[in-house]
């Protein structure tokens, strides 16, 4: 089957801007990274803050995001630089220009609206389209080829494990037992099969589309977005400056596990046995955690947008001499602030 041509402009609505720059600090000035650049709505809103030697560098491998970026933020001139590429390798793509620290990092986990929406691309279970998934287009892998070349085995692991789907085998068994007779083409086939191979007293319970899980669990894997993860997340401290901080956004709960922990280990690093009378092993921490929960979206966001509803906001700030090595969590802050108890 043909993929579509692109029907609408590329769009994608941020989420949390406000706690986003409140946490960055761009007016600091310094560098600044967008590793997710998406439609470049994070990133406006930082260029706006930062003084007029500040720079952000906004990386996307979504050649249609970064067009449309590299459009809305070209009044910011040369302050703004595109680069397409996997935030998972943002250390070599920015030592290719010469860059080797960072003041700021951001990391948006989730699928734009455009990629979303838009059917050609086939991230949607909602309108027909090729399967696709591929949110770097010149990437080999995909949609197709994992649910019509994975054996039951490799895609009752994806289902159970990106997707955390209960009924994995059997949607597994199901895929398997269709594409024997004839591949399986389009996001709508894939859907309604999946539907059907999930029990009826359960599959009438589900709040959104049956078929959610298993797409989201078959675009991590097209996309490759948990294998490395945390060594991207890991690789995005160390590229920060003394006092520079890291803000990730992410949407279902395999990423935030992997960002929470890697926080954690940059707070507490040591690895001594928790009945050790003294540390011993002499690691230090190199980061401080400046969200103790993860912030959520506000009522009125989601009503306004329901993707944010999913939405988790962890920051944490690099240790070391410099500006903002000191003062309270972002909720404390923002509390005084406000007056009020986030």
Partial sequence: METAA???PFHHVPIMVREVTDLLLPGRGGLFVDGTLGGGGHSEAILSLLPATGRLIGIDRDETALKAASQRLAPFGDRFTAIHGNFFHMKSLLLQRGIG???????DLGVSSYQLDEPSRGFSYKAEASLDM????????TAFDVVNGYSEKELTRIFRDYGEERFSPLIARRICDRRAEQPIETTTALADLIAGAIPAKFRHKEQQHPA???????????NGELQG???AVDGCIDLLNPGGRLVILTFH????RIVKTAFRTAENPCVCPPKSPQCVCGRTPYGR???KHPLIACEAEQRENSRSACCKLRALEKLGQGIGTSGNTYREGRAKADGSIL
């Fill in 229 to 231: 993860l945390r060594e």
């Fill in 212 to 222: 959610r899980r298993c797409f989201q669990a078959i675009r991590i894997e097209v």
């Fill in 101 to 107: 620290k960072a003041d700021g990092i951001l990391l």
């Fill in 253 to 256: 709960s395999l990423e935030d």
């Fill in 134 to 141: 591929r949110m770097d287009q010149s990437a080999a892998l």
């Fill in 6 to 8: 692109n029907t609408q």
């Fill in 289 to 291: 955690i400046l969200t």
